[in-house]
């Protein structure tokens, strides 16, 4: 038995088993590589879902976590402290935004945006409009108000019941529309449906949503918590339609890999959640908000944003070429910057596929029901992304072993 396997076992015995995890522990990173406790090495391009922006063990991160850890954790909401009134600014500055509010994940960011929405009307006495409009196929998050707003069975069964949501076909304006009234507090959009298999939103949709919400006075709010900080190639995915929600929801790479959310709004929301109305003790603490920060400073610095538009033109390219090789497996790629799905037949077994991936050392996640998601740190290089694609032909050519039988 190696440490590895002995931990593993205890692992089956002793952790919730409500994730069905691969049979390996990873105990190290570096950049977009990664270790088991064997000593095996993968190539990460799944980043942790969209969160490891800088990769992993970046020293920048690394020594600001360790400074800051050093010199004050948590102090709770009943204080400033300084690290998170610098990363308020900060993602002000990069967002275009006035307001920031800080929690932990990004089903929280959700939540805190509906219940601005639905107190906005209640404190301009209109306490009639509590209704969201939600799209279907969409993925926003399983506290009981996120999940609500999840347009998917599969997450949403058993749990029910799920109220105050309507949801409509993604992309359909016209189903929006006749879905509008009074009693509607705001639509709630992915610019990318991220989990459900990185669909981008119609030319002209996100700027229809626009409309129809100022028409009825409703909010629109956008879930950036996957297309955020930078991962589409705009600091914001909404901007590259030119569109400006009301709220803005993140989380996953704003931290890099320590937990931290975000909503953002303007002055007009403000006053809408006066203290005592909303909060959370861990949110914005000055070890995540250092965290935040410094994944802010570099992705500035060091030109990440701009540099994910390039790699993900590459990579969008490297897709197109294995789609080519492969027009039996794969359907289709699409993506943007560095989030990108390659739907795969209905006849390849996805699961194994991501196996056989694992077992050849390149660690991708699915996407939908029948796509493989590559969502790489921002600091991954070209000749990573191509290691990563050779990789996963390889494993497409034993197509034997992925075709359902
Ligand atoms: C668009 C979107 N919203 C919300 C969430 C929920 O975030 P978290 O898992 O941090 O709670 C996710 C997670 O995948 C997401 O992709």
Redesign the pocket.
């Given at each position: 038995m190696t440490e590895q396997s002995t931990l593993l076992s205890l692992a089956q015995r002793h952790l919730y088993p409500n994730y069905q995890q691969s049979p390996f522990i990873l105990c190290r990173g570096q950049g977009s590589q990664i270790w088991d406790m064997d000593g095996k090495r993968y190539l990460d391009l799944c980043a942790g879902?969209a969160v490891n922006t800088l990769g992993h063990a970046h020293p920048r991160l690394v020594s600001a976590i360790c400074e800051q850890a050093g010199q004050l954790m948590h102090v709770s909401n009943y204080f400033y402290n300084e690290p998170n009134v610098k990363l308020a600014i900060r993602l002000c500055e990069l967002s275009g935004y006035s307001r920031a509010f800080f929690c932990n994940?990004?089903?929280?960011a959700?939540e805190m945006s509906l219940k601005l929405a639905r107190r906005h009307f209640t404190s301009k006495k209109d306490s009639a409009r509590f209704r969201i409009i939600a799209f279907e196929n969409s993925?926003?998050?399983?506290t009981l108000g996120?999940l609500a707003a999840t347009g998917q069975a599969k997450y949403r069964d058993g749990f029910g019941p799920l109220l105050g949501v309507t949801h409509v076909p993604y992309g359909d304006a016209q189903a929006v529309r006749s879905n509008m009234a009074p009693d509607v507090a705001a639509i709630l959009v992915?610019p990318i449906q991220?989990?459900g298999g990185i669909i981008a939103a119609p030319e002209g949709f996100l700027q229809e949503l626009r409309r129809i919400a100022d028409e009825h006075g409703a909010l629109l709010i956008a879930?950036e918590?996957?297309t955020g900080i930078g991962r589409t190639g705009l600091f914001l995915a909404c901007g590259h339609s030119n569109v400006e929600p009301d709220i803005v929801?993140l989380?996953?790479g704003l931290g890099g890999g320590f937990p931290i959310?975000a909503v953002l709004c303007n002055e007009s929301l403000s006053a809408d959640l006066p203290p005592g109305s909303h909060g959370t003790t861990f949110g914005g603490n000055a070890l995540a908000s250092r965290a935040a920060l410094t994944v802010l400073d570099v992705l500035v610095e060091d030109d990440l944003i701009a540099a994910a538009r390039v790699k993900g033109e590459r990579l969008g390219r490297l897709l197109a070429e294995l789609n080519l090789k492969f027009p039996k497996q794969i359907v289709a790629s699409r993506g943007r910057g560095l989030l990108w799905a390659v739907e795969l037949d209905p006849s390849v077994d996805v699961s194994k596929v991501l196996e056989h991936c694992k077992n050849a050392g390149l660690l991708l996640t699915r996407a939908g029901s029948h796509a493989l998601r590559f969502s790489p740190s921002l600091t991954v290089s070209q000749s990573e992304l191509e290691e990563g694609v050779q990789l996963l032909a390889e494993v497409l050519k034993a197509e034997a072993l992925c075709v359902i039988c």
């Open positions: 879902i994940s990004g089903t929280e959700v993925f926003h998050g399983r996120a992915e991220g989990e879930d918590v996957q929801a989380a996953k959310g």
